[in-house]
């Protein structure tokens, strides 16, 4: 079995009261991009904090390619997490070259990278003077300095504007797809996640509450919508399984079941107009198994 990219087991973490962590145990693949999802609280930002050894867990491990996280471990992953800080009075390029320095890199061209988020154009402008976005933009050139086998970008999209996001999509997937890098993302834009995610884990009060391919967890969310008159019968008929949605049916079944329950609502004289697959949206899934961020 290979392993994980990072792996974490009953992990928990208290600060005073509050648990942030209550006994976590994930495995993100090696290879490929992984979203992280929860509402605001849900232990995200914890356990990306605890991966790069930020913070220590109150209890339980994580380790990173199967080992636990220690300065040469850590070589091999680049992150940012929350908000990106740099040094105000720098260039973009001599921020990219300051963190290539605490690394220890002592050859090193930023402007690749800088070209590769977009950023040629501002490679000799102030920190102090980018918007936000272009902040972002940064922060994601600072986590491939290295050339990492893992990333970890905590909300790497905010403050951008649709094309940026695009852009920043695009370089996501060339960076699972071509370079070879393990990609583990955290962001609320469940639209963008579903989009640029292989895989996702949804976490809720320090608990991990779903975790698989995007197809799979979606699959298990598709309902077959009935067009049919009588909408009763049918209702009637799939009991307690069985939504109206304005004029049609929403059935809970397993696909397998679907013959059987069309031949049935014919033979009992219902007049089926339509009858379709409807797939669910991670955003369904997401407030499904949160309670909305209750």
Not at 142 to 157: N, R, Y
Request: proline share 5%.
């Amino acid at each position: 079995m290979a392993v994980p990219a990072l792996a974490a087991r009953s992990l928990v973490k208290r600060y005073g009261a509050v648990q942030a962590l209550a006994g976590l145990d994930l495995d993100v693949p090696a290879g490929g991009v992984f979203g992280l999802l929860g509402p605001n609280g849900a232990g995200k930002s914890t356990l990306l904090r605890i991966a790069i050894d930020l913070v220590r867990p109150s209890a339980g491990t994580v380790a990173l390619f199967g080992a636990p996280p220690s300065p040469a471990v850590l070589r091999r992953v680049g992150s940012f997490i929350e908000a990106p800080r740099f040094h105000a009075y720098l260039s973009a390029r001599e921020a990219l070259i300051h963190v290539a320095l605490v690394g220890g890199l002592r050859r090193f061209d930023p402007d690749p990278l800088l070209d590769r988020v977009g950023l040629t154009d501002a490679a000799d402008r102030r920190v102090d003077t980018f918007s936000l976005g272009m902040k972002q933009r940064l922060g994601i050139a600072a986590a491939l300095v290295g050339t990492p086998d893992l990333i970890i970008l905590d909300e790497p999209t905010n403050g951008m504007d649709p094309a940026g996001i695009s852009e920043i999509r695009t370089l996501v997937r060339t960076l699972a797809d071509v370079d070879g890098v393990t990609v583990l993302l955290s962001s609320h834009l469940l639209d963008e996640v579903q989009r640029i995610c292989d895989r996702v884990a949804i976490l809720d009060h320090g608990r991990l509450v779903a975790t698989g391919t995007i197809g799979d967890l979606l699959a298990t969310r598709a309902r077959l919508r009935i067009s049919a008159t009588p909408a009763a019968a049918v209702l009637a008929t799939l009991g307690e399984r069985g939504q109206r949605d304005g004029d049609a049916v929403l059935a809970d079944i397993a696909r397998s079941e679907a013959p059987a329950l069309i031949a049935a609502l014919v033979a009992a004289g219902v007049a089926i107009e339509e009858a379709r697959w409807e797939g669910a949206n991670l955003e369904s899934l997401f407030f499904q198994q949160t309670g909305g961020g209750r």
